[in-house]
């Protein structure tokens, strides 16, 4: 399978990765953003040679200005270190894979709290670190930085002009994994709303296609969120439940092959409740922790 290249904005090409999987949805998005004196590069994408080249191919022999890169997953940021390598150019983002956690999550992730296995990319650091409100100025672009954690703690988007690049915190094809300790529901749900104050013509998220409808996407997903968190606490009612029990009756209709991702975003949801001393459990905040109402 090759990369798969549109143009969804004038000046922005996209370029999706042949790697298709249920996490996935058709593949990761890559986009070239062209300047009056180069190209910045928005998440490279996996580790696939072929993707690289398709990558090296679309600049068209312009120069790399820089390499934008949302979080540390590796279908994002498998290919930083190779296109740095060809172009030179320098790799900017938030911090490492465990930048950004929350006090609460850094207490988890030290009470023994473990990832969903969503590809961390452990090894991962920038040339420098950038920040929520900085103006990246590269290729004769100017690049708004906005941080919005949730789906990691270090995840960004970017904005150029009323274009918004939103990695996987805003998506069109689903909703965004959110996985303790790396994911967080409460700074996710604030993320959104930090978005909702600002207008977007156009979303152009790290999979599927653009969203043309922003504000009512952000609705949409702040809805969906407020309507699994009232499944939870109605489902408890019944007695004490596991994460993956509670998945079980709330994702009725979810294939097989993503029961595990909506028990992290399950486990997401009681860990906010917990702390917001909506429920309670038989241990600390966990996957195999039964948790109960307070």
């Known amino acids: 399978m090759e990369s798969q290249v549109t143009e969804p904005a004038p000046g922005i090409v996209r370029l999706r990765a042949a790697n298709p999987s249920p996490m996935t949805g058709s593949g990761t998005n890559t986009y070239l953003m ?3 004196t ?9 580790a696939l ?27 994002h940021s498998g290919l930083c270190a190779p296109l740095q390598q ?8 938030f911090g490492d894979a465990q930048s950004g956690r929350s006090a609460l999550m850094q207490r988890l992730a030290l009470e023994g709290l473990q990832g969903g296995g969503e590809g961390i990319d452990a ?9 929520d409100g900085e103006v990246i100025r590269a290729g004769g672009l100017a690049i708004d930085v906005l941080h919005t954690p949730g ?19 805003v998506m069109g094809w689903a909703s965004t994994l959110i996985s303790p300790p790396d994911g967080d529901m409460r700074a996710y749900m604030a993320s959104l709303a930090k978005l909702t104050a600002r207008p977007w013509a156009k979303f152009l998220p790290g999979h599927g296609e653009a969203i043309a409808t922003p ?71 966990g996957p195999a922790t039964r948790f109960h109402l307070i």
Do not use: Q, W
């Open 34 to 36: 062209r300047g009056t």
């Open 49 to 75: 040679p072929a993707h690289l080249a398709a990558i090296l191919a679309a600049c068209g022999g312009a120069p790399v200005a820089a390499i934008l890169l949302s979080h540390a997953h590796l279908d």
């Open 86 to 93: 060809a172009t030179g150019a320098p790799v900017l983002a």
């Open 38 to 46: 180069g190209v910045v590069v928005i998440d490279p994408g996996p």
């Open 151 to 169: 789906h990691m703690g270090g995840h960004l988007s970017f904005a150029l002009g009323d274009v918004a690049f939103t990695g996987d915190h």
């Open 215 to 285: 504000a009512a996407r952000l609705a949409e997903l702040h809805a969906h969120r407020l309507g699994r968190e009232s499944a939870i606490l109605a489902e408890l009612k019944s007695g004490p439940l596991t994460p993956a029990e509670l998945a079980m009756r709330i994702y009725t209709d979810t294939p097989a092959a993503l029961l595990k991702a909506a028990e992290r975003n399950i486990l997401a949801h009681l860990v906010d409740l917990h702390e917001r001393s909506r429920v309670d459990g038989d241990g600390p905040p």
């Open 123 to 131: 090894g991962f650091a920038p040339d420098r670190r950038i920040a």
